[in-house]
Each structure stands twice: as structure tokens, then as C-alpha cells.
């Protein structure tokens, strides 16, 4: 999933990945996306900026991933990165 719809989701695409337009602080934009998803990698680093987007993520993969078949994956951030 991108935010935008640019050259590096073509890259994406280009190296064969299945590339949807989304945003992961809106509930209702990540059930669109992951609508019909069988599989999911999620990886962000952890940060006071990005918890709402993890939280959503997981919230929306828990109901919306038919086999458990998610996967949330985090670190903490760089401090000045």
C-alpha cells in the first residue's frame, strides 16, 4: 500500500508487487485496500508519529485478514533519523 500513486509505486509494481492507494491514519481507507487481502506484511518503525497508523493497521488486519494471516513488524526509530 502507498499514500500516492508515483514513481516508487511503479517501481513497486515493476518488481511485481500488487500496489494499492491508501492512508493509514483513515479506518475507512485502509478497509478499502485490505478489502479481499489474503496476506500482509506491515513494517514501520515505531515512533510517537506512526503509532496511530500501526494501531489502525493492526486493527484493520485482526478483522479484516481472512487466516491470520498478517504479519506487524516494528522497531524503534532512530533518534535525529
Same mark, same amino acid.
Given at each position: =500500500? ?6 516508487? &509505486?511503479?517501481? /513497486? ?7 494499492? #492507494? ?17 496476506? =500482509? ?6 515512533? &510517537?508519529?506512526? /503509532? ?7 486493527? #484493520? ?21
Amino acid at each position: =500500500m502507498v499514500r500516492n500513486e508515483d514513481d516508487r &509505486a511503479q517501481a /513497486l509494481r515493476d518488481m511485481g508487487a500488487e500496489v494499492v #492507494v491508501g492512508n493509514l491514519l483513515d479506518l475507512d481507507s485502509m478497509h478499502e485496500v485490505i478489502d479481499g487481502c489474503e496476506t =500482509m506484511y506491515f513494517g514501520m518503525s515505531v515512533s &510517537a508519529d506512526y /503509532l496511530a497508523a500501526t494501531v489502525n493497521t493492526a486493527a #484493520v488486519a485482526k478483522n479484516g485478514i481472512s487466516g491470520n494471516r498478517a504479519r506487524l513488524a516494528s522497531r524503534p526509530s532512530r533518534v535525529g533519523r
